[in-house]
């Protein structure tokens, strides 16, 4: 099973696969004189997640690197707490790419790659 297809890309499996779910609060948010919290929580459980690959090649880490690069895309992935598949519109966080190249050959490179993917 597929569990991360960006804008129709299928992606290769990731060796971490987490997530995250936020709060989104209005700027009336905030502590009053008696310290008590005022909450005024203007969306909740925002996806964010932190994604990544270990081991891969030079192709699979520019699959998924061009798949990230637009400023938002559709993704699909597989909901651990639902256990469905869904659609959220998303945006990659910043982004480390690391490769071991091996006997000085590039085209043999041993790549990683980590980001977050945060809904709009």
């Not at 299928?10 to 009053?32: A, C, I, M, Q, V």
Request: net charge neutral.
């Amino acid at each position: 099973m597929v569990l991360i297809n960006i804008n129709g890309v299928d992606l290769p499996t990731p060796t971490k696969y987490e997530f995250e779910f936020s709060d989104l609060d209005s700027e009336k948010t905030g502590r009053d004189l008696n310290y008590k919290m005022i909450r005024h929580r203007k969306r909740a459980n925002v996806y964010s997640f932190p994604l990544s690959w270990e081991n891969i090649g030079l192709d699979d880490l520019r699959l998924i690197f061009n798949a990230i690069s637009p400023p938002m895309f559709n993704v699909t992935f597989f909901d651990l707490v639902s256990g469905n598949r869904i659609t959220k519109r998303m945006y990659a966080g910043n982004r480390q790419v690391k490769a071991s190249v091996i006997k000085g050959d590039l085209s043999n490179a041993v790549c990683s790659i980590s980001f977050n993917l945060i809904e709009e």
